[in-house]
């Protein structure tokens, strides 16, 4: 499964989200020293969930991190989160 596959299914399971966008933005971060060359190692995720209603954007993090998991967090080099 590719990796935006398995962070979305991530995602949905672990938050139940009403709205998420998974982009790979790794094409834009080419020769940069976190360029691991597999094309997959920066990703922006905008996520709306009920679930984190309420919390602060450090809780909400934590959440969206938790949800991923370490083994998808540790094949991320970059990971940009925004809140909708």
Do not use: T
Request: aromatic share 2%; glycine share 10%; charged share 20%.
């Amino acid at each position: 499964m590719a990796l935006d596959a398995e962070i979305r299914a991530a995602l949905m399971a672990g938050l139940n989200p009403e709205r998420l966008d998974v982009v790979n933005e790794s094409a834009l971060h080419a020769g940069h020293s976190g360029d691991d060359g597999s094309g997959e190692s920066h990703w922006r995720v905008v996520i709306a969930a009920s679930s984190l209603d309420g919390q602060s954007r450090i809780a909400k993090h934590r959440a969206v991190h938790a949800a991923l998991g370490p083994a998808i967090i540790g094949r991320i080099h970059a990971l940009a989160i925004s809140f909708d």
